[in-house]
């Protein structure tokens, strides 16, 4: 048997002709199998080449001009940061006086109070009385108008005086009892 040079068999085709027609039946086959792998590998690869050539060319590119500040520019720049931060921090700290200033008045003010509650206790007044007094005298003090209270009417009780809700008494129709105890009549 002749490997190479021998003539072409009953079922052969000619070298020259042989290759040629099977090839587009092979490729048509291969991608008709593999096609969408194929196109989706292509793409991953163009992809990986275009990432590869643009951090090639970030490494071999000099750095821009504003990359490397100048120290001047740094400390001017920190400089403005502290005094910012300064700024809000008198700010704040001014707030934080403001409040231990309210903080310090309202603890006088109940001291007061209290001083007040106990001069009336030792005079045998009663001491919620004596509040509400000194209340509607501290809140009539700063306004400065003549209005003078009206006193309120007499109102009768809505109920008489004999309703008790708990008694079950001297209502309408509507009481409400407890069921029975014990199992339920039916069979």
């Known amino acids: 048997m002749e490997l190479g040079g ?3 068999g009953p079922g052969q ?20 199998a593999y096609g969408w792998y194929l196109l989706l590998a292509c793409i991953a690869i163009y992809l990986l080449v275009q990432k590869v050539a643009e951090s090639t060319r970030a490494r071999s590119r000099p750095d821009p ?5 100048e120290p001047d ?4 720049r920190q400089e403005a940061l502290a005094a910012a931060r300064l700024k ?24 007061r109070q209290k001083i007040a509650m106990w001069e009336s206790m030792q005079e ?12 509607q005298e501290t809140a009539s003090s700063p306004s400065t108008s ?14 008489g005086g004999g309703y008790n809700p708990l008694s079950g008494e001297g209502g309408g129709t ?14």
């Open 6 to 8: 021998g003539a072409p």
């Open 13 to 32: 085709p000619a070298v020259e002709d042989g290759g040629l027609h099977l090839l587009p039946r092979a490729v048509g086959a291969l991608l008709s």
């Open 65 to 69: 001009p504003g990359a490397a500040a």
């Open 73 to 76: 520019v740094v400390v001017r």
């Open 88 to 111: 809000m921090q008198e700010e704040l700290n001014a707030q934080a006086e403001k409040y231990k200033e309210k903080q310090r008045e309202l603890e006088e003010e109940k001291r």
């Open 124 to 135: 045998g007044k009663s001491y919620k009385g004596n509040l509400k007094l000194n209340q």
């Open 146 to 159: 003549s209005a003078v209270p009206k006193p309120k009417p007499d109102k009768k009780p809505l109920r």
């Open 174 to 187: 509507c009481s409400w009892r407890p069921g029975r105890r014990g199992p339920s009549a039916g069979g």
